[in-house]
């Protein structure tokens, strides 16, 4: 009896260390490895993640701009008609210069007669002359305060009302009677300024100049 008992002790340990092994190798993989697999994923993904690339940016043409001189008046009449044509074909525009123009000193327009005449009156009496109220056009109920034959003593003259604390004068360009006129053209397409040569030809004693463009005024 004694040596079944023995017998069955020994086998029951034999299961057990069995059981114990086979648990240990179960456990081994999930514990040691699946950390080093996540590693490697995040890994993979951060170094194979698409790179988004800058897109080009499109630079605008500087914008073009000529002057067309020496235009007899009824040449200039029909190059006008030409260039109205030739702005509706093409992103362009032009303008109609003076040769010879004076500087116009001038208190811009108020709502009435009335209200001109009041103003008039404010600044005779502190002292200001030389100037009247602008009766027609455009510029009715303005002050007229003067017309020069250039910019800086058009200058002068607004820098002595402002000293007499008259503000919100304006200097504006006005062309002499009977004096000529020329064009500038302007577009940021090189190609419509060029169709500009082929007009030209019709014109064979006036002549196209490249020029800087003006700014805008404010």
């Known amino acids: 009896m004694k040596w079944l008992a023995l017998s069955l002790f020994v086998i029951n340990l034999a299961v057990a260390a069995g059981f114990l092994t086979a648990r240990q190798w179960a456990d081994a993989p999930s514990s040691q490895h699946a950390p080093l697999n996540a590693d490697r994923l995040s890994l993979r993904s951060s170094s194979n993640a698409p790179q988004l690339a800058a897109r080009p940016t ?8 000529v002057e067309w001189r020496g235009l007899e008046a009824a040449d200039f009449i ?5 260039l109205k044509a030739m702005t509706g074909n093409h992103v362009m525009s032009f ?6 123009s004076r ?13 001109a005449q009041a103003k008039l009156d404010e600044l005779t009496a502190i002292g200001v002359t030389d100037m009247f109220i602008v009766k027609s056009g455009v510029w009715a109920n303005a002050l007229s305060l003067g017309l020069y034959a250039n910019e800086d003593l058009a200058r002068r003259r607004v820098r002595e009302l402002e000293e007499k604390n008259v503000h919100g004068i304006r200097i504006e360009p006005q062309p002499k009677q009977g004096t000529a006129y020329y064009f500038v053209i302007r577009s940021d397409d090189a190609d419509a300024l ?5 007009a030209k030809t019709a014109y064979p004693n006036s002549a196209l100049a490249r020029v800087a463009c003006r700014s805008a005024a404010p």
């Open 58 to 65: 499109t630079a605008q043409p500087p914008a073009l701009c």
């Open 78 to 82: 029909r190059a006008r008609e030409q």
């Open 95 to 100: 303008t109609e210069v003076p040769l010879e």
């Open 103 to 115: 500087q116009w000193v001038i208190f811009p327009p108020l709502p009435s007669p009335a209200a």
């Open 194 to 198: 060029k169709s500009l040569n082929d």
